[in-house]
Protein backbone atom coordinates (compact mmCIF):
# COMPACT_ATOMS: atom_id res chain seq x y z
CA UNK A 1 0.00 0.00 0.00
CA UNK A 2 1.43 3.31 -0.92
CA UNK A 3 -0.10 6.19 1.08
CA UNK A 4 1.58 8.91 -1.27
CA UNK A 5 0.72 12.80 -0.95
CA UNK A 6 -1.97 12.86 -2.89
CA UNK A 7 -3.28 9.45 -3.87
CA UNK A 8 -3.36 5.54 -2.88
CA UNK A 9 -2.21 3.06 -4.34
CA UNK A 10 -2.21 -1.15 -4.14
CA UNK A 11 1.42 -2.12 -5.99
CA UNK A 12 2.06 -5.94 -6.52
CA UNK A 13 4.44 -7.34 -8.70
CA UNK A 14 4.11 -10.67 -10.45
CA UNK A 15 6.45 -13.28 -12.33
CA UNK A 16 10.32 -12.97 -13.12
CA UNK A 17 11.92 -12.19 -16.19
CA UNK A 18 10.69 -11.20 -19.40
CA UNK A 19 7.34 -12.87 -17.56
CA UNK A 20 7.34 -10.32 -14.83
CA UNK A 21 4.40 -7.75 -14.56
CA UNK A 22 3.41 -5.12 -12.09
CA UNK A 23 -0.09 -3.86 -11.20
CA UNK A 24 -1.24 -0.39 -9.99
CA UNK A 25 -4.85 -0.31 -8.74
CA UNK A 26 -5.51 3.87 -7.18
CA UNK A 27 -7.87 5.69 -5.84
CA UNK A 28 -8.20 9.11 -5.05
CA UNK A 29 -11.41 9.60 -4.14
CA UNK A 30 -14.36 7.89 -2.20
CA UNK A 31 -16.18 6.59 -5.10
CA UNK A 32 -16.16 3.16 -6.56
CA UNK A 33 -13.90 3.79 -9.06
CA UNK A 34 -10.07 2.89 -9.79
CA UNK A 35 -7.24 3.60 -12.25
CA UNK A 36 -5.20 0.66 -13.09
CA UNK A 37 -1.93 0.56 -14.74
CA UNK A 38 -0.23 -2.81 -15.80
CA UNK A 39 3.59 -2.61 -16.49
CA UNK A 40 5.82 -5.07 -18.51
CA UNK A 41 6.74 -6.67 -21.67
CA UNK A 42 3.51 -9.08 -21.78
CA UNK A 43 1.14 -6.09 -22.03
CA UNK A 44 2.57 -5.29 -25.38
CA UNK A 45 0.21 -4.80 -27.36
CA UNK A 46 -1.44 -4.70 -30.84
CA UNK A 47 -2.90 -2.01 -32.64
CA UNK A 48 -6.63 -3.08 -31.33
CA UNK A 49 -7.55 -0.46 -28.29
CA UNK A 50 -10.26 -2.65 -27.00
CA UNK A 51 -8.85 -4.95 -23.39
CA UNK A 52 -11.45 -7.27 -21.77
CA UNK A 53 -10.56 -7.70 -17.94
CA UNK A 54 -11.80 -9.47 -15.70
CA UNK A 55 -12.17 -9.38 -11.56
CA UNK A 56 -12.70 -12.66 -11.43
CA UNK A 57 -12.98 -16.13 -11.06
CA UNK A 58 -16.81 -15.47 -10.76
CA UNK A 59 -17.59 -12.14 -12.19
CA UNK A 60 -18.00 -11.57 -16.12
CA UNK A 61 -15.33 -9.28 -17.90
CA UNK A 62 -16.20 -6.31 -19.20
CA UNK A 63 -14.54 -4.89 -22.89
CA UNK A 64 -13.35 -1.49 -22.66
CA UNK A 65 -10.40 1.03 -24.44
CA UNK A 66 -7.19 1.70 -22.48
CA UNK A 67 -3.97 3.86 -23.30
CA UNK A 68 -0.27 2.32 -23.99
CA UNK A 69 3.03 3.41 -24.23
CA UNK A 70 6.30 3.80 -22.66
CA UNK A 71 7.45 6.03 -20.24
CA UNK A 72 11.56 5.97 -21.86
CA UNK A 73 13.16 4.15 -23.92
CA UNK A 74 14.14 1.35 -21.14
CA UNK A 75 10.78 1.63 -19.27
CA UNK A 76 8.93 -1.62 -19.93
CA UNK A 77 5.68 -1.03 -21.44
CA UNK A 78 2.54 -0.48 -19.84
CA UNK A 79 -1.26 -0.05 -20.51
CA UNK A 80 -3.47 2.62 -18.24
CA UNK A 81 -7.42 2.40 -17.40
CA UNK A 82 -8.80 4.67 -15.68
CA UNK A 83 -12.90 4.73 -13.97
CA UNK A 84 -12.40 1.28 -13.42
CA UNK A 85 -15.52 -1.14 -11.57
CA UNK A 86 -14.27 -4.02 -10.00
CA UNK A 87 -17.75 -5.80 -11.41
CA UNK A 88 -19.16 -5.10 -14.44
CA UNK A 89 -22.06 -2.39 -14.70
CA UNK A 90 -25.88 -4.48 -14.71
CA UNK A 91 -27.33 -5.20 -18.04
CA UNK A 92 -30.09 -3.09 -16.76
CA UNK A 93 -27.69 0.09 -17.76
CA UNK A 94 -28.11 1.78 -20.91
CA UNK A 95 -26.01 3.87 -22.94
CA UNK A 96 -26.59 7.67 -21.96
CA UNK A 97 -26.87 6.31 -18.10
CA UNK A 98 -24.66 7.04 -15.18
CA UNK A 99 -23.64 3.63 -13.83
CA UNK A 100 -22.16 2.67 -11.00
CA UNK A 101 -21.11 -0.29 -9.30
CA UNK A 102 -21.06 -0.70 -5.68
CA UNK A 103 -19.66 -4.22 -4.42
CA UNK A 104 -19.33 -5.66 -0.49
CA UNK A 105 -17.09 -7.29 1.11
CA UNK A 106 -18.76 -10.67 0.46
CA UNK A 107 -17.94 -10.05 -3.37
CA UNK A 108 -14.54 -8.61 -2.84
CA UNK A 109 -13.21 -11.50 -0.44
CA UNK A 110 -14.41 -13.76 -3.65
CA UNK A 111 -12.08 -11.30 -6.07
CA UNK A 112 -8.70 -13.14 -6.26
CA UNK A 113 -8.05 -12.69 -10.17
CA UNK A 114 -7.21 -10.76 -12.86
CA UNK A 115 -7.62 -11.51 -16.40
CA UNK A 116 -6.75 -9.69 -19.16
CA UNK A 117 -7.08 -10.48 -22.81
CA UNK A 118 -7.87 -8.78 -25.90
CA UNK A 119 -5.82 -6.20 -27.57
CA UNK A 120 -2.51 -7.91 -25.84
CA UNK A 121 -0.40 -10.43 -27.36
CA UNK A 122 -1.40 -13.16 -25.09
CA UNK A 123 -4.29 -13.18 -22.08
CA UNK A 124 -2.80 -12.44 -18.38
CA UNK A 125 -4.24 -14.11 -15.27
CA UNK A 126 -2.68 -12.40 -12.19
CA UNK A 127 -3.70 -14.19 -8.83
CA UNK A 128 -4.34 -11.70 -6.38
CA UNK A 129 -5.88 -13.28 -3.62
CA UNK A 130 -8.73 -12.10 -1.81
CA UNK A 131 -9.38 -8.43 -2.65
CA UNK A 132 -11.16 -7.36 0.76
CA UNK A 133 -8.32 -7.01 3.23
CA UNK A 134 -5.86 -4.66 0.41
CA UNK A 135 -8.97 -2.81 -0.13
CA UNK A 136 -10.25 -2.12 3.19
CA UNK A 137 -6.25 -0.83 3.43
CA UNK A 138 -7.15 1.45 0.51
CA UNK A 139 -10.10 2.70 1.91
CA UNK A 140 -8.68 4.10 4.98
CA UNK A 141 -5.76 5.67 3.05
CA UNK A 142 -8.51 7.28 1.10
CA UNK A 143 -9.97 8.73 4.32
CA UNK A 144 -6.82 9.71 5.75
CA UNK A 145 -5.79 11.36 2.09
CA UNK A 146 -9.20 13.10 2.36
CA UNK A 147 -8.66 14.66 5.45
CA UNK A 148 -4.69 15.40 5.58
CA UNK A 149 -5.39 17.39 2.00
CA UNK A 150 -8.80 18.89 3.60
CA UNK A 151 -10.69 17.54 0.38
CA UNK A 152 -13.73 16.39 2.14
CA UNK A 153 -17.18 18.36 1.22
CA UNK A 154 -16.78 20.64 3.94
CA UNK A 155 -13.18 22.28 3.91
CA UNK A 156 -13.86 22.40 0.50
CA UNK A 157 -16.79 24.38 1.00
CA UNK A 158 -14.88 27.04 3.13
CA UNK A 159 -12.05 27.97 0.59
CA UNK A 160 -12.20 31.53 -0.80
CA UNK A 161 -11.54 30.22 -4.51
CA UNK A 162 -11.34 26.81 -6.04
CA UNK A 163 -9.19 26.07 -8.80
CA UNK A 164 -9.64 27.62 -12.04
CA UNK A 165 -8.50 26.30 -15.68
CA UNK A 166 -5.95 28.46 -16.92
CA UNK A 167 -5.93 27.00 -20.75
CA UNK A 168 -9.80 26.14 -20.93
CA UNK A 169 -9.88 26.44 -24.64
CA UNK A 170 -6.86 24.49 -25.22
CA UNK A 171 -8.24 21.77 -23.07
CA UNK A 172 -11.32 21.60 -25.35
CA UNK A 173 -9.41 21.90 -28.46
CA UNK A 174 -7.38 18.82 -27.27
CA UNK A 175 -10.39 16.58 -25.63
CA UNK A 176 -11.91 16.73 -29.02
CA UNK A 177 -8.33 16.23 -31.02
CA UNK A 178 -8.62 12.03 -28.98
CA UNK A 179 -12.17 11.43 -29.80
CA UNK A 180 -11.80 7.45 -29.82
CA UNK A 181 -11.76 6.52 -33.51
CA UNK A 182 -13.49 3.16 -33.18
CA UNK A 183 -16.74 5.16 -31.69
CA UNK A 184 -16.16 8.33 -33.96
CA UNK A 185 -16.68 5.88 -37.09
CA UNK A 186 -19.96 4.24 -35.46
CA UNK A 187 -21.30 7.99 -34.90
CA UNK A 188 -21.05 6.56 -30.74
CA UNK A 189 -21.12 9.52 -28.29
CA UNK A 190 -20.49 9.78 -24.34
CA UNK A 191 -20.21 11.77 -21.15
CA UNK A 192 -17.68 11.56 -18.61
CA UNK A 193 -17.59 13.37 -15.11
CA UNK A 194 -14.19 14.02 -13.55
CA UNK A 195 -12.71 15.05 -10.84
CA UNK A 196 -9.09 16.48 -10.76
CA UNK A 197 -7.20 17.14 -7.34
CA UNK A 198 -4.80 20.17 -7.76
CA UNK A 199 -1.76 20.81 -5.69
CA UNK A 200 -0.75 24.46 -4.47
CA UNK A 201 0.97 24.42 -7.87
CA UNK A 202 -1.66 24.50 -9.91
CA UNK A 203 -0.93 21.22 -11.22
CA UNK A 204 -3.25 18.25 -11.35
CA UNK A 205 -1.98 15.64 -9.59
CA UNK A 206 -4.53 12.70 -10.04
CA UNK A 207 -8.10 12.60 -12.43
CA UNK A 208 -10.78 10.69 -11.02
CA UNK A 209 -13.55 9.41 -12.93
CA UNK A 210 -16.81 11.02 -11.08
CA UNK A 211 -19.76 9.16 -13.21
CA UNK A 212 -19.38 7.70 -16.90
CA UNK A 213 -22.04 6.28 -19.37
CA UNK A 214 -21.63 3.11 -21.46
CA UNK A 215 -19.35 2.96 -22.93
CA UNK A 216 -16.32 4.04 -21.07
CA UNK A 217 -14.61 4.09 -23.86
CA UNK A 218 -14.31 7.71 -23.05
CA UNK A 219 -12.93 7.66 -19.49
CA UNK A 220 -9.11 7.24 -20.51
CA UNK A 221 -9.20 9.93 -23.03
CA UNK A 222 -10.75 12.81 -21.07
CA UNK A 223 -8.29 11.97 -18.22
CA UNK A 224 -5.44 11.63 -20.29
CA UNK A 225 -6.09 14.60 -22.31
CA UNK A 226 -6.27 16.86 -19.13
CA UNK A 227 -3.68 15.47 -16.91
CA UNK A 228 -1.50 15.89 -19.92
CA UNK A 229 -2.12 19.47 -20.76
CA UNK A 230 -4.39 20.99 -17.69
CA UNK A 231 -2.66 24.53 -15.78
CA UNK A 232 -4.88 26.19 -12.86
CA UNK A 233 -5.01 28.68 -10.92
CA UNK A 234 -4.84 26.75 -7.33
CA UNK A 235 -7.61 27.08 -4.57
CA UNK A 236 -6.83 29.53 -2.18
CA UNK A 237 -8.01 29.72 1.61
CA UNK A 238 -9.53 32.94 3.57
CA UNK A 239 -5.94 34.47 3.45
CA UNK A 240 -4.90 34.01 -0.07
CA UNK A 241 -2.64 30.82 0.50
CA UNK A 242 -2.47 28.27 -2.26
CA UNK A 243 -4.52 25.05 -1.00
CA UNK A 244 -5.33 21.64 -2.88
CA UNK A 245 -8.74 22.01 -4.57
CA UNK A 246 -10.67 19.61 -6.34
CA UNK A 247 -11.87 20.81 -9.77
CA UNK A 248 -15.10 19.08 -11.47
CA UNK A 249 -16.09 18.78 -14.82
CA UNK A 250 -18.40 16.70 -17.80
CA UNK A 251 -17.14 16.17 -20.97
CA UNK A 252 -19.61 15.28 -23.37
CA UNK A 253 -18.71 13.22 -26.80
CA UNK A 254 -21.25 13.83 -29.45
CA UNK A 255 -21.14 13.47 -33.44
CA UNK A 256 -23.58 15.88 -35.36
Known amino acids: MDH ?4 CRLIREFGEGDERVILHIEQTGREPFYNLAVFGEPVDTSSNRIIRITFGPDEEGTERSFLAGELKDADPPFILMHGIHLAPVP ?3 KQGEFAVVNIGSETETAITELRLEKGIPDPIVL ?19 V ?7 ESISELASSPKPK ?3 KLVREI ?9 QKGIGGEVSVKMIVNRDGKPTSCQIAQSDRPAAFDDYVCFGLMRNATF ?3 TDANGEPQYGVWKTSVIYQTN
Open 4 to 7: AEDK
Open 127 to 145: QLGPMNAPLDAMRLCVGDL
Open 147 to 153: ETLRLDP
Open 91 to 93: DGA
Open 176 to 184: QEYYPSRML
Open 167 to 169: NRR
Open 233 to 235: EPA
